[in-house]
């Protein structure tokens, strides 16, 4: 019996995948949780073979998430489930040691065709996803160069995370909710092609969107 976890704040998206393996005998969700903190605290007790992480939490965001968890569990095997197509995440989230990365419009055929893979020892990306990584690591020379422009929201919170200011400590300063913090920053990742709050930094330094 295969276990799987789902980690996703967003009803919706799990009773969807819940329908989809409802019928299938040798899979079973066994854990659901919809928070950081609350993955850290069911994994910390029992441990699926798989579990689906979304990118973009109230109280984090699950690249640096799935790093820790990989540290923490080496043996679980994470596919991304979301839905965010910029290949920022996908590098970023594959790098901390996803075995797999899937869109939520994703098919049952697609979904159980991944969770076979990846225990399987191999890494799954949905085809749109393998596309535009052949179509970044073609243009990756002449996009390097490029400043983004930003919004005032997002410069306001990366400037704040160049402060070392928690999620929550940027929603109360911003007045903003830590939902929408970690959009922000999902979004700055995205836009400098970063693959952390860390590398964020460093490129926006570079790109002169910070002060040294």
């Given at each position: 019996m295969i276990t799987i976890a789902i980690t996703d704040d967003h009803q919706m998206v799990v009773q969807g995948i819940e329908t989809m393996l409802r019928y299938e005998p040798d899979m079973v969700i066994s854990y659901k949780y919809n928070s950081v903190a609350t993955?850290?605290?069911?994994?910390?007790?029992?441990?699926?073979?798989?579990?689906?992480?979304?990118?973009?939490?109230?109280d984090g965001n699950g690249i640096d998430l799935c790093k820790k968890l990989i540290e923490?569990?080496?043996?679980?095997?994470?596919?991304?489930l979301s839905s965010f197509s910029e290949i920022a995440?996908?590098?970023?989230?594959?790098?901390?040691?996803?075995?797999?990365?899937?869109?939520?419009?994703?098919?049952?055929?697609?979904l159980i065709?991944?969770?076979?893979?990846?225990?399987?020892?191999?890494?799954?990306?949905?085809?749109?996803?393998?596309k535009k990584l052949l179509q970044s690591s073609l243009g990756q020379k002449k996009a390097s160069s490029f400043i983004p422009k930003l919004t005032r929201r997002e410069k306001e919170?990366?400037?704040?995370?160049?402060?070392?200011?928690?999620?929550?400590?940027?929603?109360?300063k911003?007045?903003?909710?830590?939902?929408?913090?970690?959009?922000?920053?999902?979004?700055?990742?995205?836009k400098l092609?970063?693959?952390?709050?860390?590398?964020?930094?460093?490129?926006?330094?570079?790109?002169?969107?910070?002060?040294?």
């Open positions: 993955t850290v605290e069911g994994l910390s007790k029992q441990q699926p073979d798989i579990l689906l992480l979304d990118i973009n939490l109230p923490s569990f080496p043996k679980l095997k994470i596919i991304a995440f996908v590098k970023g989230i594959l790098s901390n040691g996803a075995s797999g990365y899937l869109l939520k419009n994703t098919s049952k055929e697609e065709t991944a969770f076979k893979t990846v225990l399987d020892g191999g890494q799954y990306l949905q085809k749109d996803i393998q919170v990366l400037t704040a995370i160049s402060e070392e200011l928690t999620t929550n400590e940027i929603a109360d911003l007045c903003i909710s830590s939902k929408t913090v970690e959009t922000h920053r999902m979004n700055l990742i995205s092609g970063a693959r952390n709050s860390v590398g964020l930094i460093k490129i926006a330094m570079e790109k002169g969107l910070l002060k040294n």
